[in-house]
């Protein structure tokens, strides 16, 4: 078993930035694939950023690349998000999958751990 627990939520004017944390525990954290995920009113989960265990691989959605970057230090994951719009409002989830690929998934099925969401509002 993995246990996460995200941090940093909150509300941000459009094109501020705020820093999401996932504390990970449980099982060997390194092992791992890690992801974060949000999902909007009304709208289905979707998959933003994933990086894999070595913390070398990463992946962004394309709404979010160039603005979002996934990074990871022992057993904490972070999201730094700059430039923050009003579409970016949603809860934000922390996801974990054993890396038992090279190439770390963004099927939101591939992983069997996670969080229980941080908000976040981006005022516009």
């Known amino acids: 078993q993995v246990q996460l627990v995200e941090s940093g939520g909150g509300l941000v004017q459009t094109g501020g930035s705020l820093t999401l944390s996932c504390a990970a525990s449980?099982?060997?954290?390194?092992?791992?694939?890690m992801g974060w995920f949000r999902q909007a009113p009304g709208k289905d989960r979707v998959f933003v950023a994933v990086i894999d265990s070595s913390g070398r691989i990463a992946s962004y959605a394309n709404s979010v690349k160039r603005r979002f970057a996934i990074s990871r230090d022992k057993n904490t994951v972070y999201l730094q998000m700059n430039s923050l719009q009003p579409e970016d409002t949603a809860v934000y989830f922390c996801?974990?999958?054993?890396?038992?690929?090279?190439?770390?998934?963004?099927?939101?099925?591939?992983?069997?751990?996670w969080g229980q969401g941080t908000q976040v509002t981006v005022s516009s």
């Open positions: 996801a974990a999958a054993f890396a038992s690929e090279s190439i770390p998934s963004r099927l939101e099925g591939e992983f069997p751990y």
């Open positions: 449980g099982r060997t954290v390194s092992d791992y694939h």
